[in-house]
């Protein structure tokens, strides 16, 4: 997805930023960009407070002096605004690429609202098969214990992630994170995440499946924007 079909997604779901209260703002670089717009926007923003769903974001938003919470307030969150690694017609999710799994994930478990910004490029037919990861977030003290799990009950192929040194990639939470190839597509992915995450190792999984009121802003064949409503 290009830097200008991002921007044109992000400035275009501004339409659904509140006037004031807790806005839930993911990682990467489509929210990057849309942290960029609401910057932009000639509006006053003193009413709204932002939670970060990354410590990338959190620079982000600290750099653009918007006001903002570090941990989920008691009221929750409104509205989260986030991007996707992958998505698919019935509105299923692989999120994680940049590590932010685990709170990205509790920013939408916590919030009223959910608009995905991603184009058209980002979808796929289903979840899984063997070129499209899952990635699953896990201490180090389990590591191997759920590579194990994985290949034993699923065939699966799980890997380590590495970052561009070569070591292993730490989360914002100081854990690992396990690339998994299931080498068939996924049929129920909400199944295999409550699976999952049953699992004492298991920190978080990259599939987010199963949301309600959500809304993914996306591009149509002539990069033109549609909306695609889950309820």
């Known amino acids: 997805?290009?830097?200008?079909?991002?921007?044109?997604i992000a400035n275009y779901s501004l339409k659904y930023l509140p006037k004031k209260g807790v806005?839930?703002?993911?990682?990467?670089?489509?929210?990057?960009?849309?942290?960029?717009?609401i910057y932009?926007?000639?509006v006053d923003l003193s009413e709204l407070v932002f939670v970060p769903g990354s410590l990338q974001t959190l620079n982000k938003m600290i750099s653009f002096d918007l006001n903002y919470s570090v941990v989920i307030p008691p009221e929750g969150i409104s509205i989260v605004f986030d991007g996707a690694d992958y998505w698919t017609s019935k509105g299923d999710l692989i999120k994680g690429g940049g590590g932010a799994l685990y709170r990205e994930k509790l920013l939408f478990y916590n919030?009223?609202?959910?608009v995905v910004m991603a184009g058209k490029s980002k979808q796929v037919p289903v979840i899984g098969g063997p070129d499209l990861y899952v990635p699953i977030e896990v201490p180090f003290f389990s590591l191997y214990p759920l590579m194990r799990f994985l290949k034993e009950s699923f065939n699966a192929e799980p890997v380590i992630r590495t970052d561009n040194r070569g070591n292993p990639f730490k989360t914002d939470n100081n854990n690992l994170i396990v690339d998994t190839y299931f080498k068939e597509p996924i049929k129920d992915p909400f199944s295999l995440n409550e699976i999952l995450k049953r699992r004492p190792e298991v920190i978080c999984t990259g599939i987010f499946s199963g949301f309600k009121n959500m809304l993914l802003v996306t591009t149509n064949h002539d990069n033109s924007v549609i909306e695609r409503s889950f309820t």
């Open 40 to 42: 932009n926007k000639d």
């Open 23 to 37: 806005v839930g703002i993911g990682s990467g670089s489509t929210v990057n960009i849309f942290l960029e717009e």
């Open 111 to 114: 919030s009223q609202q959910i």
């Open 1 to 8: 997805m290009s830097n200008q079909e991002k921007r044109v």
